[in-house]
């Protein structure tokens, strides 16, 4: 089991906002980064250092992190959205890695 | 630009070992910690570990017993050996670079994979 929590689907109208969620203790502590996969690819840092995005990231993507919740906002979702997103960091034993067990958006 | 490609057998036998590498291009190994991480078929990625450009490694503890990582920095190259495979180990790999700095240069607190390969498919039957 992930010691990194995210809900394992979320919807969003076309052009509307969305937050995808990701929670565990050393969020407490560690930033967050976000990845997109979409099917049969491998996936792309779209967030990382809580809220720091690549360069070629649009910036309707952006991050943020409160507490034990880090968050992935997508302001006016595309259809090109829809995708599987995960969240990483560090985990609360100290070990360099976690994966969050995923989120698949479905923009509608 | 910098590309990865994994490459290794696509079938491994139960009981046997799991070698795949990754061949960096485009940019230096050094500097960096080079990760990999699998996905199995309609599951969440798990990271397997990392290995800096001078040897250092650091292993997920679910797989630290079977797994092991080396560098070739004159190849540009890193490598992953994964023993007693069984079923379970049936995934797509996925190599990638791995970065503790911001843009700035600021160190994270955390890593983050900012280059990934393509992954690489490895079956697991008899």
């Known amino acids: 089991s992930s010691e990194l929590t995210q809900d394992p689907a979320v919807s969003v109208a076309l052009g509307q906002t969305v937050r995808i969620t990701c929670q565990g203790d050393?969020?407490?502590?560690?930033?967050a980064n976000w990845y997109q996969q979409k099917p049969g690819q491998a996936p792309v840092l779209v967030i990382y250092?809580?809220?720091n995005r690549p360069s070629g990231i649009p910036d309707r993507f952006s991050g943020s992190s409160s507490g034990n919740t880090a968050s992935l906002t997508i302001t006016g979702a595309q259809a090109e959205d829809e995708a599987d997103y995960y969240c990483?960091?560090?985990?609360?034993?100290?070990?360099?890695?976690?994966f969050g067990g995923g989120t698949k958006l479905t923009v509608l | 630009q910098v590309q990865l490609r994994e490459s290794g057998p696509g079938l491994v036998k139960p009981s046997e070992t799991l070698s795949l590498t990754c061949s960096v291009s485009?940019?230096?190994?050094?500097?960096?910690?080079w990760s990999w991480i699998r996905q199995p078929p309609g599951k969440g990625l798990e990271w397997i570990g990392y290995?800096?450009?001078?040897?250092?490694?650091t292993y997920s503890p679910s797989l630290k017993s079977r797994v092991t990582i080396s560098v070739d920095t004159s190849k540009g190259q890193f490598s992953l050996r994964l023993t007693s495979v069984t079923a379970a180990d049936t995934a797509v790999y996925y190599c990638?670079?791995?970065?503790?700095?911001?843009?700035?240069?600021?160190?994270?607190?955390?890593?983050?994979?900012?280059?990934w390969g393509r992954g690489t498919t490895v079956t697991v039957s008899s």
């Open positions: 990483n960091s560090r985990d609360s034993s100290g070990n360099p890695v976690a």
């Open positions: 290995v800096y450009y001078s040897g250092p490694t």
């Open positions: 990638a670079r791995t970065n503790y700095y911001d843009s700035s240069g600021s160190r994270l607190h955390a890593s983050y994979m900012d280059v």
């Open positions: 050393s969020l407490r502590s560690y930033p």
């Open positions: 485009g940019d230096s190994i050094s500097d960096y910690y």
């Open positions: 250092g809580t809220d």
